[in-house]
């Protein structure tokens, strides 16, 4: 089993819908979590850390369930600017980042 | 401020022979990461520099090394090329001063083996 597991996609959506990406991971001591963007051929920046409690940015919304290991982005009122590939990621020890494969999204017209 | 530059921006290799990454740090910036993205498998954590010690090594071959200098900057190399190398290799530096994972990823080293 992978460490983190993502949907691969491509999720294609209509600009102005609300999707939502789940992300499950196999290590239960898993510290922190986080959501990366990837454009094409670009690097991957971060675009929004994971709280216990769940937590919001803008049009995004990050929420973790440690019982169930996994973590969810949803994004509403999607934009043409969001298509992207949206990794997981999950910190363990040793200050090491798990990145999953990520999930694509295009949003169209 | 510059950020975390890479060279090359690509590099096409015959298998069998080596290849060698460079990586900048944004100033001030003593850790280093280095991942490998492959098509269809994701950044893999290749290695971890933080003052010029090797502090932590993903799950690949010894033909996969490198090396920190004292201005940490840093290198990887790869040994006997084969054409699974073939990858996306991006280098990074996590934020300052804190625990969380961010990371600064440089636009990455694109290497082609034949």
């Known amino acids: 089993r992978k460490e983190v597991e993502q949907d691969p996609g491509p999720f294609n959506v209509p600009e102005g819908a609300t999707v939502a990406f789940n992300c499950t991971y196999s290590?239960?001591?898993?510290?922190?979590f986080f959501w990366y963007r990837q454009d094409c051929r670009k690097e991957p920046k971060l675009l929004m850390s994971?709280?216990?409690s769940g937590n919001e940015d803008g049009r995004f919304t990050a929420q973790l369930n440690r019982a169930s290991q996994y973590i969810s982005l949803l994004i509403r009122d999607s934009k043409l600017s969001d298509s992207a590939t949206y990794l997981c990621v999950v910190k363990g020890g040793g200050n090491k980042l798990t990145f999953g494969t990520g999930t694509q999204l295009k949003v169209e017209l | 401020e510059a950020g975390v530059t890479q060279s090359p921006t690509h590099l096409i290799k015959p298998s069998g022979q080596q290849a060698t990454l460079r990586c900048s740090p944004i100033s001030g910036h003593t850790s280093v990461y280095w991942y490998q993205q492959a098509l269809g498998l994701g950044l893999q954590f290749l290695l971890w520099y933080d003052e010029g010690e090797e502090r932590n090594r993903g799950n690949f071959p010894p033909r996969f090394s490198g090396r920190q200098f004292p201005n940490y900057s840093s290198e990887l190399n790869v040994n006997a090329l084969e054409l699974e190398d073939s990858a996306l290799y991006l280098c990074a530096n996590p934020r300052q001063g804190s625990l969380t994972g961010e990371l600064f990823f440089g636009e990455g080293s694109r290497l082609t083996v034949l």
């Open positions: 290590n239960s001591a898993s510290q922190s």
């Open positions: 994971v709280y216990s």
